[in-house]
């Protein structure tokens, strides 16, 4: 199972597992980790799962798509260049320890 690191604001780590093809949005709310909100569920409609990827992981993702794109201008963190909402990031083997900061905020 590939590992997620989750950065707080604060600097505060948390790992999680997370099976292939779960969402780095998903394995946070089920976990019940403070700083993904994920008010749409992961359809991709509220910008409330709003993360930073650090590198070399954000080269590794696909590119964002047009609505991906669009939500990010209506995050309530200043998006970044390697702003992605986690519900657009599927895990898979090759993502095991990647690395993710929340924003201070996401409403």
């Not at 990827?53 to 590119?63: H, Q, T």
């Not at 992605?84 to 905020?105: Q, Y």
């Amino acid at each position: 199972m590939p590992t997620i690191h989750y950065i707080s604001a604060d600097g505060t780590r948390t790992d999680l597992s997370a099976d292939v093809g779960t969402s780095v949005m998903q394995a946070a709310l089920v976990r019940g980790l403070t700083g993904i909100n994920g008010d749409c569920g992961g359809a991709c409609q509220c910008a409330t799962c709003h993360v930073f990827i650090d590198e070399p992981w954000a080269s590794m993702l696909p590119p964002r798509d047009d609505m991906e794109d669009a939500m990010l201008d209506s995050s309530a963190a200043p998006r970044r260049e390697t702003s992605r909402l986690s519900c657009c990031i599927n895990m898979t083997a090759e993502l095991d320890g990647i690395v993710v900061h929340l924003p201070a905020s996401q409403v």
